[in-house]
């Protein structure tokens, strides 16, 4: 659903610039919050897998092809601002690097793919939660149903950007139809990936999903023939062996992504996506412009220069996967030690 120049016009993709860069001031700070021991080191790999499993298109419908988003499967592992920080790290990298999605249309962007896939997964994600039992499987079946909404929320998120601002004369009503209709199935492609991954992830290492804490069930004592909860002063539980390191977990991650990216996605449809197809049937991409970086050696997610498709896409991906990694880690470990920083002895004051 990458949003290419000229779909919307200048004063839109202005304000919705505007609005997105508040909401990655606000999620930087947010981030501080979420990013600890367990999630800080990785984010940036959460980053570099969206980028990875964003390049495998699936397809749909006759004809169309669907990718991830990314902002349910981002928020429910690491927290919803730094969910909103690693879909808007891979927009950014795609949009220079790899000339996908506009340059002047990247706050349109991050605004629909980011923010409001982002928000609307986890605020149902939250809301299903707190009904359902409290197990790790409830957390990977909210995890479907919040990525299945996510993806035509972002359609519908379009569609209200488009008619405000849409730089062709379509009826309002045929490209919502459109939109809602194809991302409805793309949402289905979304939940499986984001429910098989949070649900891998919860079943070795449930600490590490963000979403998942505060779910354990309480120790349980027999009072007088009553069960009670246990104190809660006797501390917390003792963390498995498994959870001294996040070592394996990321390396395991990383190859996953350099896999799927560099092997894997060659085999990706060939479809115009959900965005791009409603575009061509509706006449939306009438005034599409080219995109300031189309001559870039990686443009289109080949290698420039490399005559063998499958080895120009697969060097491509796994470039992107690299800089995508090293680029999130970067933000996110700045803002883990911006909060440490914050939280030192030396930054409150004593009193006497």
Same mark, same amino acid.
């Given at each position: 659903?990458?949003?290419?120049?000229?779909?919307?016009?200048?004063?839109?993709?202005?304000? &919705?610039? !505007?609005?997105?860069?508040?909401?990655?001031? $606000?999620?930087?700070?947010?981030?501080?919050?979420?990013?600890?021991?367990?999630?800080?080191?990785?984010?940036?790999?959460?980053?570099? /897998?969206? /980028?990875?499993?964003?390049?495998?298109?699936?397809?749909?419908?006759?004809? &169309?092809?669907?990718?991830?988003?990314?902002?349910?499967?981002?928020?429910?592992? !690491?927290?919803?601002?730094?969910?909103?920080?690693?879909?808007?790290?891979?927009?950014?990298?795609?949009?220079?690097?790899?000339?996908?999605?506009?340059?002047?249309?990247?706050? $349109?962007?991050?605004?629909?793919?980011? =923010?409001?896939?982002?928000?609307?997964? +986890?605020?149902?994600?939250?809301?299903?939660? #707190?009904?359902?039992?409290?197990?790790?499987?409830?957390?990977?079946?909210?995890?479907?149903?919040?990525?299945?909404?996510?993806?035509?929320?972002?359609?519908?998120?379009?569609?209200?950007? +488009?008619?405000?601002?849409?730089?062709?004369?379509?009826?309002?009503? #045929?490209?919502? &139809?459109?939109?809602?209709?194809?991302?409805?199935?793309?949402? !289905?492609?979304?939940?499986? =990936?984001?429910?098989?991954?949070?649900?891998?992830?919860?079943?070795?290492?449930?600490?590490?999903?963000?979403?998942?804490?505060?779910?354990?069930?309480?120790?349980?004592?027999?009072?007088?023939?009553?069960?009670?909860?246990?104190? *809660?002063?006797?501390?917390?539980?003792?963390?498995?062996?498994?959870?001294?390191?996040?070592?394996?977990?990321?390396?395991?991650?990383?190859?996953?992504?350099?896999?799927?990216?560099?092997?894997?996605? /060659?085999?990706?449809?060939? %479809?115009?996506?959900?965005?791009? #197809? $409603?575009?061509?049937?509706?006449?939306?991409?009438? #005034?599409?412009?080219?995109?300031?970086?189309? %001559?870039?050696?990686?443009?289109? +997610?080949?290698?420039? %220069?490399?005559?063998?498709?499958?080895?120009?896409?697969?060097?491509?991906?796994? =470039?992107?996967?690299?800089?995508?990694?090293?680029?999130? *880690?970067?933000? /996110?470990?700045?803002?883990?030690?911006?909060?440490?920083?914050?939280? *030192?002895?030396?930054? &409150?004051?004593?009193?006497?």
């Amino acid at each position: 659903m990458h949003v290419p120049d000229g779909f919307i016009n200048a004063p839109t993709s202005a304000v &919705t610039g !505007v609005v997105a860069a508040g909401a990655v001031a $606000v999620s930087l700070r947010g981030a501080r919050r979420e990013l600890d021991e367990r999630t800080a080191p990785l984010a940036g790999l959460v980053a570099a /897998f969206i /980028f990875a499993v964003q390049m495998l298109n699936f397809p749909v419908a006759a004809g &169309t092809s669907g990718h991830l988003l990314g902002g349910a499967l981002a928020a429910i592992l !690491v927290g919803p601002y730094t969910g909103v920080l690693c879909v808007s790290v891979v927009l950014l990298m795609q949009g220079i690097l790899f000339a996908d999605g506009g340059l002047t249309a990247l706050g $349109v962007n991050i605004t629909d793919m980011a =923010i409001v896939t982002t928000v609307v997964a +986890y605020a149902l994600f939250r809301g299903l939660v #707190k009904v359902l039992p409290r197990t790790r499987r409830s957390v990977t079946v909210a995890s479907f149903v919040a990525a299945l909404v996510s993806v035509p929320a972002a359609a519908l998120a379009f569609t209200f950007l +488009y008619w405000i601002g849409g730089t062709t004369d379509v009826a309002i009503g #045929k490209v919502a &139809t459109a939109m809602i209709g194809v991302h409805v199935l793309i949402g !289905v492609g979304e939940a499986a =990936i984001t429910a098989l991954t949070v649900g891998a992830v919860v079943a070795v290492r449930p600490d590490l999903v963000y979403g998942a804490r505060g779910l354990g069930q309480r120790l349980k004592l027999r009072v007088n023939g009553e069960l009670v909860d246990a104190p *809660s002063d006797t501390g917390p539980a003792p963390a498995p062996a498994a959870a001294r390191s996040h070592r394996k977990v990321w390396i395991t991650g990383l190859v996953a992504s350099l896999v799927l990216a560099g092997f894997v996605s /060659f085999y990706a449809s060939a %479809d115009p996506d959900g965005l791009e #197809k $409603v575009a061509s049937d509706k006449g939306i991409d009438e #005034k599409a412009e080219e995109h300031a970086n189309a %001559d870039s050696p990686l443009a289109d +997610y080949g290698v420039e %220069d490399i005559a063998d498709a499958r080895v120009s896409g697969g060097l491509a991906g796994v =470039i992107g996967v690299g800089v995508t990694v090293v680029a999130g *880690s970067a933000v /996110f470990w700045a803002v883990r030690r911006r909060r440490n920083d914050d939280t *030192s002895p030396s930054s &409150t004051e004593t009193t006497v």
